[in-house]
């Protein structure tokens, strides 16, 4: 049980264009999702929290209008990159929480961005 | 603010030996969860162990055990009898109150045949 799904695994765009990622919790009711950037031999960065039909919660110097997010149900979140540049390139990484302490990963979606 | 330190950005351990990966954490909360996940090349997270604070008695899931120290801020694992399949990224994470997880930078850990 606990599977979190990532759709799509890879993924290229180009300079400018948008691309969508969808995260989804497959046996569980997610109340809550959480969207990471994890640049090469780095650690999982936060970027948001969505909790379902509620607008996300950003951290610091990420930017909503660029990273837009959707939590439209209990078992889907989707994390949209608008406007992409090279800089966004990076693996990101979904995860999903039911009604307990845990949190259970997606298995990452890899952007490149030309 | 609090803060997760992993000080070791490699180690290295010989098949069937023990190793012991490091983390503190800083925080002036008395309840919180501690996680260590294990990152392989496939990139997809892990959970290796978990200890709640509130809990005297440390973790112990099979190979892995964790030494929680609650005053001391530090929550090292134990991985007993060392597999090539042991071979990741280890991240040491500390879960705040409203489930947001805080990361440590990770211990690479090789493990030599």
């Known amino acids: 049980g606990a599977v979190v799904s990532q759709h799509p695994s890879r993924v290229i765009c180009k300079s400018g264009t948008s691309v969508k990622i969808e995260c989804r919790s497959l046996?569980?009711?997610?109340?809550?999702m959480f969207w990471y950037r994890q640049f090469p031999k780095k650690s999982l960065m936060l970027m948001a929290t969505?909790?379902?039909?509620?607008?996300?919660?950003?951290e610091q110097g990420v930017e909503k209008d660029k990273f837009l997010i959707n939590h439209a149900s209990l078992t889907l979140s989707t994390l949209t990159v608008t406007s992409a540049h090279p800089e966004d390139s990076s693996f990101y990484i979904c995860?999903?929480?039911?009604?307990?302490?845990?949190?259970?990963f997606g298995p990452g979606t890899r952007l490149t961005v030309t | 603010a609090q803060t997760v330190t992993q000080s070791q950005p490699e180690m290295s351990v010989q098949e069937a030996e023990t190793v012991t990966l490091s983390c503190t954490y800083d925080?002036?909360?008395?309840?919180?969860?501690l996680f260590w996940y294990k990152q392989p090349p496939s990139r997809q997270m892990i959970l290796v162990i978990r200890q709640e604070a509130y809990k005297q008695q440390n973790a112990t899931e099979n190979r892995f055990s964790v030494n929680f120290q609650k005053a001391a801020k530090s929550f090292s694992l134990k991985i007993s009898d060392s597999q090539l399949g042991d071979a990741a990224m280890y991240f040491c994470?500390?879960?705040?109150?409203?489930?947001?997880?805080?990361f440590g930078t990770g211990t690479r850990l090789k493990v030599l045949a």
């Open positions: 046996d569980f009711q997610a109340t809550t």
């Open positions: 995860s999903a929480s039911p009604y307990t302490y845990e949190q259970y």
């Open positions: 969505s909790n379902e039909g509620s607008k996300a919660t950003y």
């Open positions: 925080t002036s909360e008395s309840d919180y969860y």
């Open positions: 994470a500390y879960r705040q109150g409203t489930y947001k997880y805080i």
